[in-house]
């Protein structure tokens, strides 16, 4: 799963990259900053990739996570001057990918960390502090609304991933409990081939005896009829 995220990242960082630089009509400089972003996240996905192939999901993991992250505020910083830009969306499909490769904790700590980044770089845009400066900025409802997106799509995947973990353990449950009666129905099956064993070696030992009873018997029938015949 984690390998074809990255691999789906990627092709989106190159058709951004193309898009960005065929209808960007900003400076030059405002164009070099957005390159110089794109090329890094695909070389950060090319890594990404490299660490899943061999086996380092963990690590992939938090980087493709830190790297959604970085893609989302970094060009709101040195390229749009304001949140109001495509790569801010970035900050709302940051908890949903946290929550499913790294579990609801880490999902909860990326969204407090969103939703002081979206604020923080909000004031910042309002006061004319960032280092690229824009002339439309934001609106407050354009700032509650992505607040409320967050949030509401973070509450919504806790309780889905909630009740996935939940049917898990119910799954672990009735396999722990499977496993359990397939122990003793092998257990009972074992038991049951001792005793048709020991049945069988009865079975033979009394066979056994009584062969040799019936060999005595006629050793002595034999022997009663020779001394009738003298």
Do not use: W
């Not at 970085?70 to 709101?76: D, E, L």
């Not at 002081?116 to 910042?124: A, F, G, H, K, Q």
């Not at 799509?153 to 309780?159: I, P, Q």
């Not at 038991?191 to 048709?196: F, G, H, S, V, Y």
């Amino acid at each position: 799963y984690l390998l074809h995220l990255a691999n789906l990242i990627s092709i989106i960082g190159v058709t951004a990259l193309a898009l960005s630089l065929a209808f960007n009509t900003g400076s030059p400089a405002n164009k070099a900053s957005l390159l110089v972003v794109d090329l890094s996240i695909l070389i950060i996905c090319l890594l990404i990739i490299i660490l899943a192939r061999r086996g380092k999901i963990s690590l992939a993991a938090h980087l493709l996570t830190m790297l959604l992250f970085a893609a989302s505020v970094v060009p709101t910083i040195f390229v749009y001057g304001t949140i109001y830009a495509p790569n801010t969306l970035g900050l709302v499909v940051l908890a949903p990918t946290a929550g499913l490769l790294l579990g609801r904790r880490t999902m909860t700590i990326y969204v407090v960390i969103s939703l002081i980044t979206l604020s923080v770089l909000y004031l910042l845009g309002l006061l004319q502090l960032l280092p690229v400066q824009n002339e439309n900025q934001t609106s407050l409802d354009f700032f509650v609304a992505m607040v409320l997106v967050i949030v509401i799509n973070t509450v919504m995947l806790r309780l889905t991933l909630m009740e996935s973990e939940h049917s898990a353990d119910e799954a672990r449950v009735a396999a722990t409990e499977l496993a359990k009666r397939n122990d003793e129905l092998l257990r009972s099956r074992a038991l049951l081939e001792e005793a048709r064993d020991e049945l069988e070696n009865r079975v033979l030992q009394r066979t056994a005896e009584l062969d040799e009873a019936n060999r005595s018997l006629r050793v002595e029938i034999a022997e009663r009829n020779r001394s009738e015949q003298r």
